[in-house]
């Protein structure tokens, strides 16, 4: 996965390690996910972290979290982002055609009618 980062205010470059490896827990829900685009902003008292996910072949995921911190925020946006992938997984299975057995109560047989 390709991963921008942006940093507004803010220095974020020591923690580039652990931004990388922390997004890289979202491929475990989307194995589609080809880049993620990472903005962090120092605002008064607050760091507030935005990230846009690309997903190959879907609509993208979009996340915001605010923390005292780059980590804390961070953290927040990635349980957000986390959420959302689980739900789409979740609402693709959901759509799925059950199994043949099911369907008709037996092992599934091919053949001819008759």
């Known amino acids: 996965m390709r991963t921008i980062i942006t940093a507004r205010n803010t220095d974020v ?13 979202l491929e475990r829900f989307e194995s589609r996910v080809s880049r993620a ?11 507030r972290a935005a990230a846009v996910v690309s997903i190959d072949r879907g609509r993208p995921v979009h996340a915001e979290a605010a923390g ?24 693709r299975r959901a759509h799925a055609a059950p199994p043949m057995d099911e ?7 091919g053949g001819e009618p008759g």
């Open 13 to 25: 470059s020591e923690l580039r390690d652990v931004i990388e490896s922390r997004l890289e827990r």
């Open 37 to 47: 685009d990472v903005v962090f902003t120092r605002e008064k008292m607050e760091t």
């Open 68 to 91: 005292p911190d780059a980590r804390t925020a961070l953290d927040r946006l990635v349980d957000k982002l986390i959420n959302q992938l689980r739900r789409n997984r979740d609402r």
């Open 103 to 109: 369907l008709f109560g037996g092992p599934f047989e």
